[in-house]
């Protein structure tokens, strides 16, 4: 064998170890940057609609309000609260575990610990305040299963003067008039967008009062979004499903 045979031979291993070390330090920098600054998420349902569209796909900030124990992967760090964070504000959209499931769920909060919050009517009331709201228009609204349903539009203007868009079917859903719920203290209430199509803290024995520990993060940006939650993957569909207007903007 000559020399430079030799020679070859002793720089595949050392190719093949130096592409190894690569892979693994941009694994290492995906799940630093997932786990302690921004995660993408999805919207697959009609809870926060107008707001998040389903088929939209966000960012949310990990370092906004601090981390715990959800905020990494498979909730495998046995945080107890928040460390390194402030306190979300009224009118946030947070990506947060609710105590009785498994899965990561989307909402805005409303209620601040120690807040009373109830529905009356279709109207909310937080602290005994009716909570402004103003008719925009009428308008239509579809759901995952691809129901569609008239739904009216109002523009609701939180006591902190944070507005949003909400829509509602009617203000007789079994929903719209609730007993009166206590905020404990370290946690929050939370409300979808959509207030006759959204499983939220309004129900106690499937989302409830969240701890402040299972906050996931802060809703951010969009980066893409698509109509009828076509997967992202399937690229011929998207001259016909891609919803431009939606992409690249603030979540607010």
Request: hydrophobic share 40%; no cysteine; glycine share 8%.
């Amino acid at each position: 064998m000559s020399d430079a045979s030799k020679a070859k031979d002793k720089e595949k291993p050392s190719e093949l170890r130096e592409t190894f070390v690569v892979i693994v330090e941009a694994l290492i920098i995906a799940l630093v940057f997932r786990s302690l600054l921004y995660q993408p998420f999805s919207i697959p349902t009609a809870s926060l609609q107008p707001t998040m569209m389903i088929g939209d796909y966000f960012v949310a900030s990990k370092f906004t309000w601090g981390y715990g124990r959800y905020s990494f992967p498979f909730g495998v760090v046995p945080i107890k609260g928040r460390i390194f964070g402030r306190e979300p504000n009224r009118g946030d959209i947070a990506v947060f575990r609710p105590v009785p499931q498994r899965d990561d769920y989307v909402k805005r909060i409303i209620g601040l610990p120690g807040d009373t919050i109830q529905m009356k009517e279709g109207r909310l009331f937080i602290n005994g305040e009716m909570v402004e709201r103003k008719l925009i228009e009428r308008s239509t609204d579809k759901d995952s299963f691809g129901t569609v349903l008239p739904v009216l539009v109002y523009e609701e203007t939180l006591p902190n003067g944070v507005s949003h868009i909400i829509h509602e079917i009617s203000d007789d859903s079994p929903l719209d008039n609730t007993t009166e719920y206590v905020v404990p203290d370290g946690h929050y209430f939370m409300m979808g967008d959509n207030r006759d199509r959204s499983q939220d803290s309004r129900i106690l024995s499937a989302v409830g009062y969240v701890p402040a520990g299972n906050l996931i993060g802060k809703a951010e940006a969009r980066f893409f979004s698509i109509e009828d939650n076509v997967p992202p993957w399937q690229i011929w569909q998207w001259p016909a499903k891609l919803r431009m207007d939606r992409m690249f903007q603030s979540v607010y």
